[in-house]
């Protein structure tokens, strides 16, 4: 088991970053979306997405944490 | 930093691969360069207290003396008070968030000087890098909002965390649990892992691109036109470089506004 260690933290990453990629997407596309249709609230849509994509990021951060611990 | 930690163990000549042996040694400088008493002065400490130089000397020299009409490093910093004030204390907290513009305005200009340290040439080693410092900051601001929790609210801060008046009250229990783990545990973890593995991923990034890419080329005389391998990996630990400096700046900016939004869900915890 110990020879594949490496390996195992690698997919756990992979893993991890899948969830978050998807929610980052969903998070842009809908901010861009809004941003469009009202361009004069675009920064408030702009601090919204950061906010979003920082809590959702924070997953696969932790994947990528956890693959340095591992 | 002679190029690179991460070499020491690299051959061009016979291996393909260069990997440094552990990368905990790109965020380590554990002897120090000099003590003064009992307190041992290492690369990092040295960094921290030039962060802080450098952002006390921005402040002061911005706003030294007052002006009418501000030189133009005065409206930079200028329009750096006021975005932090205005868009982020006020924005978020709403207008009683002018009391917390001071420590927000100083943490996001302490983070952003340790964060740009990253892709500063001659130094090259983001602080918050270290898990010490970022946790520490996110500590700071778990207490501010704790306490600012508690001084508004009273006890009903608790109660409204783990009994939540807006749930049905067969779910209570469950939402309570949740939200006490997530606000008290969780809120200071992530926001510090959040700032730390950005930037221990950047450095990673740029070490090894611009280092491998570095060593490659060097040893030209060694492997001949194998060597032109480096190049791309240099090109593009540029531009890498280049996001780098983006992420600095982001991060910066997402740790403070982070920081804002907690404190405003402590002093109106009905939203």
Redesign the interface.
Known sequence: MEEIKGAIALIGYGLAAIGPGIGIGIVVGNAIQAMARQPEAAGLARTTMFLGIAFTEALALIGFVLFFIA | MDPLILASECDPAKEIICAPTN?IELFQFDEALFSIGPMDFTRTVILTFLAMFIVIGLLYFAFRTPRVVPTKFGAAMESLVLFVRD?VAK?TIGPDGIKYAPYLLSMFLFILVANLFEVTPFINFPLTSRMAIPLFLAVLTWVIFVFVGFKKNGISYLTGIIWPKSVPVALRWLVGLIEFFSTFLLRPI?LA??L???L??GHLMLTLLLGSGWIFMSAIGDIGIRSIIGLPWFVFGLGIFVFELVVAV?QA??FT??SA?YIQTSVHPEH
């Open positions: 990368v868009d924005g992530t892992v959040r730390f593995a950005n221990v991923a982001l900016y997402i506004l982070l939004v």
